[in-house]
């Protein structure tokens, strides 16, 4: 059974960090996948993906709404990425998921569309002003 399971979320203040784990397992053993990002989803509206990498020293691509503010990066172990986020607005409050596949996956905007396989449960990331 496949998990991602994402850590870090939190309530912050506006201007203010926070850093999202997330590590994926497949049947309680850790599991490499090729593409792992991020999405996030506010109630009434759809769930958009915002960065994604390739975990095999593949690219790392940002939506221009997180772009020179949240940085994606890859654990020594290939199943875990984390997201650096900072100068958080209140418009960055959403649910977080993260997101697990092995073929790549596109970003929301992009001239292309595919949605990853895996999924974590979500976190939420509060930004006050």
């Known amino acids: 059974q496949v998990q991602l399971v994402e850590s870090g979320g939190d309530s912050v203040q506006a201007g203010g960090s926070l850093r999202l784990s997330c590590v994926a397992s497949?049947?309680?053993?850790?599991?490499?996948?090729?593409?792992m990002g991020w999405f996030r989803q506010v109630p009434g509206k759809e769930r958009e993906c915002f960065a994604t990498?390739?975990?095999?020293?593949?690219?790392?691509y940002y939506h221009d709404s997180v772009k020179g503010r949240f940085t994606l990066s890859q654990g020594d172990a290939k199943n875990t990425v984390f997201l650096q986020m900072n100068n958080l607005k209140p418009e960055d409050t959403a649910m977080y998921y993260c997101?697990?596949?092995?073929?790549?996956?596109?970003?929301?905007?992009?001239?292309?569309?595919?949605?990853?396989?895996?999924w974590g449960q979500g976190i939420q990331v509060t930004v006050s002003s």
């Open positions: 997101a697990a596949d092995r073929q790549p996956f596109s970003l929301s905007g992009s001239n292309w569309y595919r949605l990853p396989q895996y």
């Open positions: 497949a049947s309680g053993n850790t599991y490499n996948y090729d593409y």
């Open positions: 990498i390739g975990t095999g020293g593949g690219p790392t």
